[in-house]
Every structure is written in C-alpha cells, then in structure tokens.
C-alpha cells in the first residue's frame, strides 16, 4: 500500500529564515515523488518532482530511499511561500493515481 | 498546461439529493480523475474516469454513490448521489499531460450538504 505522511500540520518562519517540510513515504517498489502547492485562493498546482531534479521558486527536495524520504526545503522563506505544501506519491507508473500526504500549512511571517 | 474548469464552483444541498458536478479540460488528455478533499484532510482518489468505458473506482467508492461519464476526451462529470453531510467535501477534478508526465487540478468544487 501506499502512505505519504507529513508530521507537522503548521509550519510558521519568518521571512529569511529557511524552511524544511517532512515527508516520509510508505511503498515497497521505486516510487515517483512530488510537491504540490495550494496558495490561498488558487488551485492545487505541481511544484516539483524527484525526477526533474531541479529547483523551483528556491525549492529543492531530494529522495532519500535510505530514509524512505523526500523533504521540501528552502534556504530563505519568502513572504509568498506562504501557501499549502502537499507531498504525494505514485507508486504503479503507468496508472498515475497519486496518494497525497495530509499537507502542511506554511506561514511566513514578514 | 492543460486549463480545467469546474462547474458549480460551490453549492450547498440538502440530504438525499445529488449533484453532479462538471469538469471541462481546454485539450484532450487521456486519463482524468476525480479526487475528494474532506475538511481537515488530504486528498483522496474517488475514482479514474475513462473515455469510453466504465469508471475506475477506488477502494471505498462505488459506482452507484459517485457515478462518473467521460463522453470524450476533454469533458467528464462525477455525481454526489443521496447525499448525506458526510459528504461534504470538495471534489477536485485533474487531468494528466503525458508530455510532462504531470497531473493538473481543475479549482475544485466546495460542497456542503445540511
């Protein structure tokens, strides 16, 4: 089965100060990561995935297999990260069914 | 990116109705998908709705509570049937784009059922 779990339900930092959100994961075989996020008022948007590799907005996130983690991190939070950061999971490429994580609110304070 | 749009945006229903809520993609894509969003929780897969054939439904869900149409590749709808308060929630919409491998959400529709 797949799990994403996300411990902390609220995360506040002030501006400037970095920023790590946890994700664990639960899946037997080579699973396919991602951060997704929600700004107030917007729609559930892709922030990045473990195969791209790249840094989006100053976010990076790396896949720890060891550890059975993908943590969301951020060297310097910015008022405009403020938003809600779900981690998800698809285990069986080719069906694409995502299992989310519970998300995590985070807010910058100025 | 694929645009999805949702229609109703929200709405408020009584017990024991249904509603049945639209998604409308800007391009045909081929898999779609109906998602849950329950008060305080994360989202959860109702079901894989495909172009031509019966829905895919998740553990939990069925068929004659959330009937799902997909009459072609860019429109599909999902019906909330003999509601009850439980099922208040909203209801996402995705798409997938296989060019960039990534799911898209429609806005959502908030339901709330007294």
């Known amino acids: 089965a797949q799990r994403v779990t996300q411990p902390e339900k609220l995360l506040s930092v002030f501006k400037g100060a970095p920023v790590e959100l946890k994700c664990n994961y639960s899946?037997?075989?080579?699973?396919?990561l991602f951060w997704y996020v929600q700004y107030s008022r917007q729609r559930l948007q892709l922030l990045l995935r473990?195969?791209s590799r790249e840094s989006i907005k100053g976010f990076t996130a790396d896949l720890n297999k060891g550890e059975t983690s993908f943590h969301l991190k951020k060297p310097f939070a910015q008022e405009e990260d403020s938003a809600m950061y779900y981690c998800?999971?698809?285990?069986?490429?080719?069906?694409?069914?995502?299992?989310f994580g519970k998300g995590n609110q985070v807010v910058v304070i100025p | 990116s694929a645009v999805i749009s949702q229609k109703p945006s929200r709405d408020i229903c009584q017990r024991g109705t249904s509603l049945t809520i639209q998604c409308q993609v800007d391009?045909?894509?081929?898999?779609m998908f109906w998602y849950r969003q329950q008060p305080g929780q994360s989202l959860t897969l109702i079901a894989t709705?495909?172009?031509?054939?019966?829905?895919?439904?998740e553990s939990g869900f069925v068929i004659d509570k959330f009937p799902i149409s997909r009459p072609n590749l860019t429109f599909s709808t999902l019906t909330v049937s003999n509601m009850s308060p439980e099922d208040s929630s909203i209801y996402l919409c995705?798409?997938?784009?296989?060019?960039?491998?990534?799911?898209?959400f429609g806005p959502g529709t908030r339901l709330l059922v007294l």
């Open positions: 473990h195969i």
């Open positions: 998800a999971l698809n285990g069986c490429r080719g069906n694409n069914r995502l299992a």
């Open positions: 391009s045909q894509v081929t898999m």
């Open positions: 995705s798409v997938m784009d296989w060019d960039a491998e990534t799911q898209y």
């Open positions: 899946y037997s075989g080579s699973p396919e």
């Open positions: 709705a495909n172009q031509g054939s019966e829905a895919t439904y």
